[in-house]
């Protein structure tokens, strides 16, 4: 049984916005930090890229405010760390390695479908990073954007029904082991760790950019957390792009 992480505080709340909001709001009223916040019902969760993240009950919705330190590009690769971490509690849980898979840049897959969303925010040094699981259950395919990767739940692809608690142990412990080693030895071991989960390596994909669209062979991550995709015209780097399974 894992522990809580001792300089991590942790706040549960019955009902509201979005945890990354709540966060935000205890950042500026003083909440020490490092601290996570928990929410029992979330009813305007953010997704990346402003989209809207929908949470019925017994889903975790949970957001983690830390101050990282070092420069602003640096802390984003925070999005591999809970990727991962999420990963190793997922696998705590289940005992089922197989299942789980990470799509570039920070969504956790289990069969290849869409099972956790993380979205990272910086509040001036402070970053709130927010997680999102289908703990329970999805949302359903049409009220997602075109081509969306489809969404499942832990409940039915794995036949385990955890609570947001349980995971919230068992994520917060693997998220301070996980910081604590980016810190101490840096991204590298990190970005390999990634790289062997990922889902798609070196399989053709779809980057789609603020301003075109780009189809390659998914070649790997860079020492920055870029994409790099292999195209008819060469490598590209993308430091950010919205991927689709070709
Ligand atoms: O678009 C994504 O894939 C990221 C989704 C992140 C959703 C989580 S739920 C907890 C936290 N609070 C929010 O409002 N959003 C994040």
Request: with cysteine; net charge negative.
């Amino acid at each position: 049984m894992d522990v809580w992480p001792a300089d991590f505080g942790r706040i549960t709340v019955e009902e509201t916005d979005s945890t990354q909001a709540e966060a935000a709001r205890r950042i500026e009223a003083g909440q020490a930090l490092p601290f996570w916040v928990l929410a029992e019902r979330q009813v305007a969760g953010v997704g990346r890229r402003g989209r809207a993240w929908s949470m019925p009950e017994g889903n975790f919705a949970g957001s983690v405010a830390l101050r990282p330190g070092g420069p602003l590009a640096r802390r984003a690769l925070r999005s591999f760390t809970m990727a991962l971490a999420l990963r190793d509690a997922l696998v705590e849980l289940t005992g089922q390695p197989a299942l789980f898979s990470l799509k570039w840049p920070n969504d956790v897959l289990c069969r290849e479908r869409k099972l956790a969303g993380i979205l990272l925010e910086s509040r001036g040094d402070a970053l709130v990073i927010g997680i999102g699981v289908n703990l329970v259950a999805a949302p359903p395919q049409a009220a997602l954007e075109e081509g969306a990767l489809a969404p499942i739940d832990l409940a039915t692809a794995a036949g385990i029904r955890v609570t947001p608690e349980a995971l919230l142990d068992l994520l917060a412990a693997a998220f301070a082991r996980r910081e604590a080693l980016l810190v101490t030895e840096g991204f590298d071991a990190q970005r390999r760790e990634w790289l062997t989960h990922a889902a798609r390596l070196g399989q053709p994909i779809v980057a789609r950019l603020a301003d075109r669209t780009l189809t390659g062979r998914f070649d790997g991550v860079d020492g920055e957390g870029a994409l790099m995709l292999a195209t008819p015209e060469g490598i590209q780097r993308l430091p950010a792009a919205d991927v689709h399974f070709a």
